[in-house]
Nanobody, 114 residues
């Protein structure tokens, strides 16, 4: 099982980034997929979640209207489009797959700073 995140980096406040998570080794289309983040000294928090079919999404209040989660079950990928980024969005972002078992990626750093 592998979840490999990409797309992180340094961006100025107000900018955008698109994170991607490539999955392999399990039946991707059967899993709820989520993005979490963890800032230094803080607990890991849920950012966005999408159902296995991609028909429903949910977001943390702090990112509603700015972030969009999407998935492609044909390509086994889940993306997180992040717009209007703020310094408080700075964190390591993790991809998560959940069904009867849960899997985590290694994380990708997002830094929002001028």
């Amino acid at each position: 099982v592998q979840l490999v995140e990409s797309g992180g980096g340094l961006v100025q406040p107000g900018g955008s980034l698109r994170l991607s998570c490539a999955a392999s080794g399990f039946t991707f289309s059967s899993y709820t997929m989520s993005w979490f983040r963890q800032a230094p000294g803080k607990e890991r928090e849920l950012v966005a979640v999408i159902t296995s079919a991609g028909d429903r999404t949910n977001y943390a209040d702090s990112v509603k209207g700015r972030f969009t989660i999407s998935r492609d079950n044909a390509k086994n990928t889940v993306d997180l489009q992040m717009n209007s980024l703020k310094p408080e969005d700075t964190a390591v972002y993790y991809c998560n797959a959940l069904n009867r078992r849960g899997y985590w990626g290694q994380g990708t750093q997002v830094t929002v700073s001028s």
